[in-house]
């Protein structure tokens, strides 16, 4: 008879998701073992003591990750080649510059 493991287990180990969420309030002392976390994703109320390793969470906002406003503060436009002018990128700024402050930047 072969093995069978068990799919969907409990896992061992694993860092807490808190470490890289957006709503995590981190405070760690000088040794391993002092370090709180607190959720504030409800923002209304007192933050939330966090006192386990959480594996998965609902309100997950991973702070590694843009958000749609920091990518669109970040963009850059591909101008093609037109009249003259080559193939590359630039700022909105760059652009608004070149096509004129009416043109329209489609994020």
Same mark, same amino acid.
């Given at each position: 008879?072969?093995?069978?493991?068990?799919?969907?287990?409990?896992?061992?180990?694993?860092?807490?998701?808190?470490?890289?969420?957006?709503?995590?309030?981190?405070?760690?002392?000088?040794?391993?073992?002092?370090?709180?976390?607190?959720?504030?994703? !409800? *923002?209304?109320?007192?933050?939330?003591?966090?006192?386990?390793?959480?594996?998965?969470? /609902?309100?997950? %906002?991973? #702070? !590694? *990750?843009?958000?749609?406003?920091?990518?669109?503060?970040?963009?850059?436009?591909?101008? /093609?080649?037109? %009249?003259? #002018?080559?193939?590359?990128?630039?700022?909105?700024?760059?652009?608004?510059?070149?096509?004129?402050?009416?043109?329209?930047?489609?994020?």
């Amino acid at each position: 008879m072969g093995t069978r493991g068990v799919q969907n287990g409990t896992p061992v180990t694993g860092d807490w998701l808190c470490r890289t969420c957006s709503y995590a309030q981190i405070q760690k002392g000088y040794a391993e073992s002092e370090e709180l976390i607190h959720c504030t994703f !409800r *923002r209304w109320e007192q933050p939330q003591l966090i006192p386990f390793r959480i594996r998965e969470c /609902t309100a997950y %906002a991973d #702070r !590694r *990750r843009s958000d749609l406003d920091g990518m669109e503060k970040t963009a850059w436009i591909l101008v /093609t080649k037109r %009249a003259g #002018r080559s193939v590359g990128f630039v700022t909105a700024k760059e652009f608004k510059k070149i096509e004129g402050e009416d043109a329209e930047v489609i994020p």
